[in-house]
């Protein structure tokens, strides 16, 4: 065996045991942050330090949507670092609560569980299935990729859409961006999984809600921003479409008394798909793999592109 | 191709156009009662005539829970029919509506869409997944192996209990019904999918919940006559167990201001997961296999067992 120098990496400036643990069992060394070659950044972004060692050569952020770290221009201030974001951590989590947004709003769930009273003759003729829909996977990365499968498993087809439109394993098809609009009327009902970015502020605005059927559901576990909330607030209360299941929200948190905490075909969770209690175990295998790649001087998982904005 | 003639069916006593359709695609003829080979029943048990002409041979029923049938004494004062239940036809969309209760209850979505006010700090810390955890499926036939595939999809390992303990496809184990004891503790969660039958009544009682892990959902989709009603809200009021999601009840229908209505770990949906809404084209699609096996002598789909009681 080759003699080598372990890699020295700082995790911090909060207290994160389980990444500190994912670092060594990945192979590296904690270190202070003045002698690091890499840093596991676990905290803010306003507590990020001006100036790195010269030493440092990557940065891994914790979270998987870094807008905040390009508007702020933190990112853009070390062009020569590699920073990466936690893109993918979390896909599995929030995949699975999106197949359950998605089925709890073709199936009625919430109204069921707010009734106090047996009422089986309403819901027996309004419980609707995933079994034989196409869902439309907009934004088609990481979580869509981990959700196909799971709505294949309850019967379900995928169109995906993606920035480059090149096909993406387990899609019946993938279109482009630029070709979107074939998509809203195909779909019967949407997920939206894209990354918040110049491009796909209000993605679904009234003509997009417009184009979908009056039967479908759309479910946004990304970022708020990507659909316009008034004209979605509209599109509610006229039953234009089938309904809304929201994790994310514009603005967000969604204040007390909104229109869209009381529409009875609208769905909200608090920002919970990818929950804490979840995310450190998430967090460290994503960190643990980044390390290895990092000392084998292999590429690095999520990269982030400051051009493409995630 | 060699001359046969036709099978005669008689369809009714209700108008049931999605029944007679299915018989004539799958090749059989319509006729009356009087002149029937077999008889596609659609109507309740107390219509069903005393006697049968003698070219009868068959009768589909068109319910998949068939201990009505059986308790009434009408199946055993036909011996020499072939009766068959609906069992199989309406599994995909029960095992849907399994899986959103189970995702329901570890996600803890019913307490989110009650809410009116953005609390993420409270859900962040207990929302949890279905990932990594293992299922118990007690009673699991047609329901339990529509439901094992989307279990795997988001990553939870399966255990089948069935009467014979034959391995189930891809279940991790399977046990027979004389070892439910061991299966309690190993389970993360719990399906019901088990029949009603005087073996199976009060199958979950006091001493099995016990057993249960404390962060376990246990979710019902068979019989409500399954799970000792008492027990279970004692268990539920005490937290002994994470929570329960029934779509079946005992009383059913579940009485107004009863506790289960109200518990904040009971899920309740009003024995809607086979909605009429979508029954009616599972009905003929399997009616439409049972034709065909009928026409070429094959064995028939769902044969009721008497001595099974289902």
């Not at 480059?164 to 074939?182: F, I």
Request: proline share 8%; glycine share 10%; hydrophobic share 45%.
């Amino acid at each position: 065996m080759s003699e080598m120098k372990m890699p020295g990496i700082y995790v911090g400036p909060q207290s994160a045991p389980a990444l500190v643990e994912a670092v060594i069992g990945a192979g590296a060394t904690i270190v202070e942050l003045t002698e690091a070659d890499a840093i596991v950044w676990k905290g803010p972004v306003e507590e990020f330090p001006a100036e790195l060692p010269a030493s440092v050569r990557w940065v891994q952020l914790p979270l998987a949507g870094v807008e905040q770290w390009l508007s702020s221009g933190v990112i853009a201030a070390h062009p020569d670092v590699v920073w990466t974001s936690a893109a993918g951590a979390y896909s599995h989590s929030v995949a699975e609560h999106a197949l359950l947004l998605l089925l709890a709003g073709v199936r009625l769930l919430p109204r069921q569980t707010a009734a106090t009273s047996w009422d089986h003759s309403h819901f027996t003729w309004r419980v609707g299935t995933l079994r034989g829909s196409t869902v439309a996977i907009v934004g088609c990365g990481g979580i869509g990729r981990a959700l196909i499968p799971m709505l294949a498993a309850v019967g379900a087809k995928t169109i995906a859409v993606t920035r480059s439109g090149s096909p993406v394993p387990g899609a019946e098809r993938t279109y482009a961006t630029d070709e979107l609009d074939e998509v809203w009327g195909q779909a019967d009902h949407v997920v939206l999984g894209a990354p918040a970015t110049s491009h796909t502020q209000h993605l679904v605005g009234a003509p997009e809600l417009a184009k979908l059927k009056s039967t479908a559901w759309i479910v946004n576990i990304a970022r708020g921003g990507l659909i316009d909330t008034g004209a979605l607030v509209e599109a509610l209360r006229t039953n234009s479409i089938g309904g809304a299941a929201l994790d994310v929200t514009d603005p967000e948190p969604l204040p007390d008394g909104h229109p869209l905490w009381t529409l009875p075909n609208a769905i909200i969770t608090p920002h919970v798909a990818n929950p804490d209690v979840l995310a450190a175990s998430e967090l460290a295998v994503h960190v643990s793999r980044n390390v290895i790649n990092f000392i084998a001087n292999k590429p690095l998982l999520a990269p982030i592109d400051p051009q493409l904005g995630y």
